[in-house]
């Protein structure tokens, strides 16, 4: 009799766990972006990353200082690896699961809280004027495509125009839940699909090593 009370009250703690929100809160302001995870009753902060204590270390001999690379030549790196015909190869061949993926998310997402302020400003009144009307159409459509994409609980955006100041200014609140179980399922099924793309992938590779191979031997008979 012990046993299925204990197995019962593990079953309800597993049933409780599976429901416990996960939560994603992000704002944006004049003093940066933050983002934090929040488990439960536990917030996991991401963005700013909580400072680490300073260590003690040890004396070590000096190492030449490495030379930091130029912001122009770490863009051109990357773009150059995203138009490799490599990486395009590999993107499309992720691009189903990937839209997958982001249509499934897009029906489990809650949009609890979505809220912007926007203070729209110009180089003089008139353009000042003609940019609050044409920003105000821009995000009415992009208000529009959440709407009918997700499932928002609370929004309020706010554009204000301000013929004093030279520079917009934007601040926003963004939260989205899943319960714990959403996040689980979702993770084990396209962990999985991944996996099995991956394993694809390789034994393509596999296979062309194999082809050449062979044509590089009877090519040297």
Not at 165 to 172: G, L, Y
Request: hydrophobic share 40%.
């Amino acid at each position: 009799m012990m046993i299925w009370i204990v197995l019962g009250c593990v079953v309800l703690a597993l049933a409780l766990l599976l429901l416990v929100p996960v939560r994603a809160k992000a704002s944006y302001s004049q003093e940066g972006v933050r983002l934090a995870l929040e488990l439960g009753p536990i917030t996991v902060p991401v963005v700013p990353r909580p400072a680490k204590r300073p260590k003690k270390k040890k004396k070590q001999p000096k190492e030449p200082k490495k030379t930091p690379q130029p912001e122009k030549e770490k863009t051109k790196n990357l773009l150059g690896n995203l138009l490799n015909p490599g990486s395009w190869k590999k993107f499309q061949r992720y691009l189903p699961l990937i839209c997958e993926a982001a249509g499934e998310l897009r029906r489990k997402i809650i949009v609890r809280k979505l809220k912007m302020h926007l203070i729209w400003a110009g180089k003089d009144p008139a353009s000042a004027a003609i940019g609050y009307g044409m920003i105000n159409g821009v995000i009415g459509g992009i208000w529009n495509l959440i709407d009918g994409n997700f499932r928002v609980k609370d929004h309020k955006f706010v554009v204000d125009l301000d013929y004093d100041k030279k520079e917009p200014q934007v601040s926003a609140q963004a939260e989205l839940s899943l319960t714990m179980g959403q996040c689980l399922s979702f993770a084990l099924r396209y962990i999985k699909k991944l996996a099995a793309i991956k394993a694809e992938e390789g034994g393509t590779t596999q296979h062309s090593k194999e082809v050449n191979s062979h044509e590089r031997t009877k090519a040297s008979h």
